[in-house]
């Protein structure tokens, strides 16, 4: 029987392949969660480059938090991945949920990144 970080790492590539198969060109916003902040990236794959970055470390977020590890903190962060990409010209992506199911912080992430302007 595989182990959970086999079966995680499975999931996750899965997912990014499905996500760059159906991605059409458009960027990838990818997110990674740990046990005490969350992170965002939209990801230009064809030119390998990161379009925009957005975590709970950056100063202007991590003064007005009182933890990187909730709902909260995941949606000011979409907000903020949301104002970066659309502020380069990217208002379209494909979401990158890794091997994270699509409830609690990535999902209020993805529904923040949605009332910002982003379209996927």
Same mark, same amino acid.
């Given at each position: 029987?595989?182990?959970?970080?086999?079966?995680?790492?499975?999931?996750?590539?899965?997912?990014?392949?499905?996500?760059?198969?159906?991605?059409?060109?458009?960027?990838?916003?990818?997110?990674?969660?740990?046990?005490?902040?969350?992170?965002?990236?939209?990801?230009?794959? #064809?030119? &390998? /480059?990161?379009?925009?970055?957005?975590?709970?470390?950056?100063?202007?977020?991590? %003064?007005?938090? +009182?933890?990187? @590890?909730?709902?909260?903190?995941?949606?000011?962060?979409?907000?903020?991945?949301?104002?970066?990409?659309? #502020?380069? &010209? /990217?208002?379209?992506?494909?979401?990158?949920?890794?091997?994270?199911?699509?409830? %609690?912080?990535? +999902?209020?992430? @993805?529904?923040?990144?949605?009332?910002?302007?982003?379209?996927?």
């Amino acid at each position: 029987m595989a182990k959970p970080a086999e079966r995680f790492a499975r999931r996750r590539t899965r997912v990014r392949f499905r996500a760059r198969k159906a991605s059409g060109g458009r960027p990838r916003l990818t997110v990674f969660r740990s046990g005490k902040n969350i992170y965002a990236q939209v990801i230009d794959d #064809a030119k &390998g /480059v990161t379009v925009a970055a957005a975590s709970t470390l950056e100063k202007d977020l991590k %003064g007005s938090l +009182k933890s990187g @590890a909730t709902k909260d903190a995941a949606a000011k962060v979409g907000a903020l991945i949301a104002q970066r990409a659309t #502020a380069v &010209g /990217v208002s379209e992506v494909v979401f990158d949920r890794g091997g994270y199911m699509f409830h %609690g912080r990535i +999902k209020a992430l @993805a529904d923040s990144a949605r009332e910002g302007g982003l379209k996927f």
